[in-house]
């Protein structure tokens, strides 16, 4: 039986990787002054940056609708080959989309099963976990052993980020635990980190965002404890900062698989904001 692999857009999949792995990306929307964007296929992460920069209010964002996701199961509900849905989502402390996936996932039951997952992650934290679904599924892997890989990576994955300014992340009301490094002292660079629930938290302040950096090395390497490990690093506006990080990341770990290098994209990033850096991993 076929299984057909869902996400959403904030899921930072590079087109090519998703195109490749037949991944199927539902679209969140990203509302610039009066005008409404896809993420990702009205608006690239390019253009939003740039948009940003010159925006007189922050950006909002929104889920997509159940119709929305009742289109693309119903469309995989009519191909030729039976198949079931494995549907991984945006944290649901973040946002409202992996519920809105299981009120879809109701809606279409008498036409196709659709398992919903919370990866109570975001970005290409989220990202890597849909693509080793996808890869075990293209591998014939059968749907327990794709549901039980996600939950495993769920359970076994990191994401340890600093940003240029926490403003966007607490104008945008995603600030979560994190808030107790408001009001830090200048260029103290906060790391922050997803708990268990999903939500951001604050791992520890460094002082200037160099030492930030090499700070997540250590922390990611503490981590890995010296395991095979899954990596990758994601960044927005910062392309050099992410290939010098990409470099130190394989250095340090026992990295199995290439290290993708993607950017952060409009609606985590109407959050993260310019200047963004991370690495995510999970052990292989």
Known sequence: MKLYIVTD????????LATELDIHIIPLKVHIEDVTYLDGVTLST????????????????????????????????SREEDGEVISIHLSSALSGTYQT????????QEKINVHAIDSRT?????????????????????LQYCLDLAQRLIANHKAFFVMDT?????????????????????????????????????VEKVRGKKKAVGRIVDLVKEYAAGKPVVASVVHATSHEEAEALKVRVAE?????????????????????????????????
């Open 9 to 16: 857009s904030t899921a930072d999949i590079p087109k090519e």
């Open 166 to 202: 926490l403003m966007y992340l607490q104008k945008g009301g995603r600030i979560g635990k994190a808030s107790a490094v408001l009001g830090s002292l200048l260029n103290v660079k906060p790391i922050l980190t997803f708990d268990e629930a999903g939500e951001v938290a604050a």
């Open 252 to 284: 340090e770990l026992n990295v199995t698989e290439d290290i993708i290098v993607t950017e952060l994209g409009p609606v985590i990033g109407t959050y993260g904001g310019p200047g963004l850096l991370a690495v995510m991993l999970y052990k292989a």
């Open 46 to 77: 390019g253009e939003f940056y740039e948009k940003l920069e010159k925006a007189d209010k922050l950006p909002r964002t929104s889920q997509p609708s159940p119709a929305d996701f009742v289109d693309v199961y119903e469309s995989l509900a």
């Open 101 to 108: 996936a299981n009120l879809a996932k109701d809606m279409v």
């Open 122 to 142: 975001a970005s290409y934290a989220l990202g890597s976990i849909v693509v080793a679904v996808a890869r075990a599924a293209r591998a014939g892997k059968e």
